[in-house]
Each structure stands twice: as structure tokens, then as C-alpha cells.
């Protein structure tokens, strides 16, 4: 089951992402800083990948609500990790932003995808909302 749904996940994010990378370098070249990009593409990201991974990757079918609000902290903490990696690396390490938010994107995955499968959209979670009286 973890492979299919890894394989499925995989999917969902290469789409995502690729379309949203594409997204950011015309923002930077255009509009925005780096990290100002990074946020807004960022946040249409957790959106699109959300119905892509509850209905598709993983299966969800507890409350969408409660998986959305576990799903979000998730993304908190993949946004923080990312945009210090964005700036730890122009910053510090002087490198192009265009190779450390490419790079960052699968950092940042990696994370997501175990955040997902052990947090958001387990059973353990499905099964504590409902022993504590509320459906998940």
C-alpha cells in the first residue's frame, strides 16, 4: 500500500510542482523577490496538492476539515524549513535561488510525503476522531 500511495503521491506532487516552479521563475523574473514567490506559490501548492493527495494519493475519506487542518500545520512546517533553506542558501552560501528552491523542492517533499502518511491522512488519526466522539 505505501508504494501505490508513495507512487500516486509522486504524481501528484511532479505535477504540482513542475507547474509551480515554472510559476516562480517568471514571478522572480518578473514581479517578485525569491522569497516572495516561494510564499505565494507555495500556498497555491498546499491547496492543489490537498485535493490531490486526500482524494487521489491517500484516500481519505474522514472529515476533510480536520485532515486539511493537520495538512496545514504539516505545510507550516515545510514552509519554515524551505524558506530558511531559500535564504541559507543565496545568503549564506552565495548560491542562485533558481538551484536552491529546485533543490529545496524535493527536500521539502520528502518531509511532506512522511508528515502525510504518519499525521494527515492516517487511520490513527481517522480513528482518534472518532474515539473521541467526533467523526473524522
Request: include cysteine; charged fraction near 10%.
Amino acid at each position: 500500500m505505501i508504494r501505490r500511495q508513495f507512487a500516486r503521491w509522486a504524481v501528484v506532487g511532479l505535477l504540482t510542482n513542475g507547474v509551480l516552479y515554472v510559476v516562480y521563475l517568471a514571478l522572480t523574473r518578473s514581479l517578485m523577490k525569491p522569497p516572495a514567490a516561494m510564499s505565494v506559490v507555495y500556498l497555491i501548492g498546499v491547496i492543489l496538492s490537498f485535493i490531490g493527495n486526500r482524494n487521489w494519493a491517500f484516500k481519505h475519506s474522514g472529515r476533510a476539515d480536520a485532515a486539511l487542518a493537520r495538512y496545514v500545520a504539516a505545510y507550516a512546517v515545510g514552509y519554515l524549513v524551505n524558506l530558511a533553506g531559500l535564504q541559507f542558501g543565496v545568503a549564506v552560501c552565495r548560491l542562485p535561488h533558481e538551484i536552491v528552491q529546485g533543490v529545496m523542492i524535493f527536500i521539502v517533499a520528502a518531509l511532506t510525503f512522511l508528515m502525510q502518511k504518519f499525521y494527515v491522512f492516517t487511520d490513527s488519526a481517522s480513528s482518534a476522531g472518532v474515539q473521541a466522539g467526533h467523526e473524522d
